[in-house]
T-cell receptor
Framework: NAGVTQTPKFQVLKTGQSMTLQCAQD?????MYWYRQDPGMGLRLIYY???????DKGEVPNGYNVSRLNKREFSLRLESAAPSQTSVYFC???????????FGPGTRLTVL | EDQVTQSPEALRLQEGESSSLNCSYT??????LFWYRQDPGKGPEFLFT???AGEEKEKERLKATLTKKESFLHITAPKPEDSATYLC????????????FGSGTRLSIRP
């Protein structure tokens, strides 16, 4: 079991460029999440998908979109990157919305 | 407002020196409290879930306890490989997927 995988591991973008962060899990989990982690701010929820076919906004959704492609995959898209989106992005999954979450290794994104 | 506060922000111990990390929370209708370990450059690694006051869970040198207002992560005779940031998070019944994370305690164990 690979658990939760994320690609890419590192990315540098220029302001205004777009990109998609990919996440996949092989634990047959129903719920998936996207977080960002910034120094002094802790982990903040961007979007989540409680089950396949549903997505909802979290605490900081502005500037992002998501797609729950199937039960395994949940992608995060930045349509027009801004320097404020420089952060470390983590994907997580859980068997249900109330259970513990398991995290991927993260994507380190820099927007110049 | 739901809140999670971890203390201390940083803790340096000598190898073998036992101590405790604190996680204080204010949340109505606690569904669960989670402890994670995070190594530099990696994602958080799940350690424990606690559901009700009085509950305790152990894993190697770590033991987590829960009261109605706080949780403690006790570390007994730590080793240098226990150095990491330890995160606490809470979830309440009606939060619709939102887990509130504390800012973490950076633990450093000197050989």
């Amino acid at each position: 079991n690979a658990g939760v995988t994320q690609t890419p591991k590192f990315q540098v973008l220029k302001t205004g460029q777009s990109m998609t962060l990919q996440c996949a899990q092989d634990m047959n989990h129903n719920s998936m999440y996207w977080y960002r982690q910034d120094p002094g701010m802790g982990l903040r929820l961007i979007y989540y998908s409680a089950s396949e076919g549903t997505t909802d906004k979290g605490e900081v959704p502005n500037g992002y979109n998501v797609s729950r492609l199937n039960k395994r995959e949940f992608s995060l898209r930045l349509e027009s990157a801004a320097p404020s989106q420089t952060s470390v992005y983590f994907c997580a999954s859980s068997s249900s919305d109330y259970n513990e979450q398991f995290f991927g290794p993260g994507t380190r994104l820099t927007v110049l | 407002e739901d809140q999670v506060t971890q203390s201390p922000e940083a803790l340096r111990l000598q190898e073998g020196e036992s101590s405790s990390l604190n996680c204080s929370y204010t949340v109505s209708g606690l569904r669960g409290l989670f402890w994670y370990r995070q190594d530099p450059g990696k994602g958080p690694e799940f350690l424990f879930t606690l559901y009700s006051a009085g509950e305790e869970k152990e894993k190697e040198r770590l033991k987590a306890t829960l009261t109605k207002k706080e949780s403690f992560l006790h570390i007994t005779a730590p080793k240098p490989e226990d150095s990491a940031t330890y995160l606490c998070a809470v979830k309440r019944y009606s939060s619709a997927s939102k887990i509130i994370f504390g800012s973490g305690t950076r633990l450093s164990i000197r050989p």
